[in-house]
């Protein structure tokens, strides 16, 4: 199949704008998925030794296929993290997929079977930066006074156009 006939949308939808929408997103949780499709393939690759005289080294072997050693990694623990240990359904890893990698990888080690769906929560619906609040919070990291900064900056950012107004109109009655 041709590029140009995957980067099209019919001009007959009655929402082309939805159209290109719904293509954005799907385009995402496929990218996505083979970014965990293809952390199972070096997996295997590794594992097996299957690399071995195709190249000197694993790092090698990386490089020869376009990949640094360190994302190469990478992929392979997240699908370790994902697929592998937390076991999570197809629907949660597509999910999962579309969503910043980092943070991703910064959650992993904190998320336990009894937690796994608190995190999946999170990891869906909070930004990167909320989400690396939330990790140095499960770390053990932050002081008090940090916490409860942290927490004001998460609830902040959830809040629409009109709360931050009223939000901003309070604080700057307040100096």
Known sequence: MQITDLVKVSDSVPDIGQAWYE??????????MWFFVLG?????IKEG??????????????????????????????YQEYVVRLRLPEETLETLASRDKTALSKA???ITEENKWEWV??????????IVIE????GGKPSASQTLID?????????????????????????
């Open 23 to 32: 293509k954005l997103q799907m385009t995402q949780k496929n990218v996505g």
């Open 151 to 175: 927490k004001a900056v998460i609830a902040y950012r959830i809040l629409n156009t009109e709360e931050k107004m009223e939000f901003h109109s309070r604080i700057g009655s307040q100096g």
């Open 121 to 130: 929560d999170k990891l869906t619906h909070l930004a990167r930066q909320d």
């Open 49 to 78: 030794e299957y690399w071995r005289g195709r190249a000197e080294s694993w790092a090698g072997f990386c490089a020869s296929e376009g990949l640094t050693y360190g994302d190469a990694q990478e992929k392979i623990r997240l």
């Open 108 to 110: 992993a080690p904190h």
């Open 135 to 138: 990790v140095r919070q499960a």
């Open 40 to 44: 199972g393939v070096l997996h295997h």
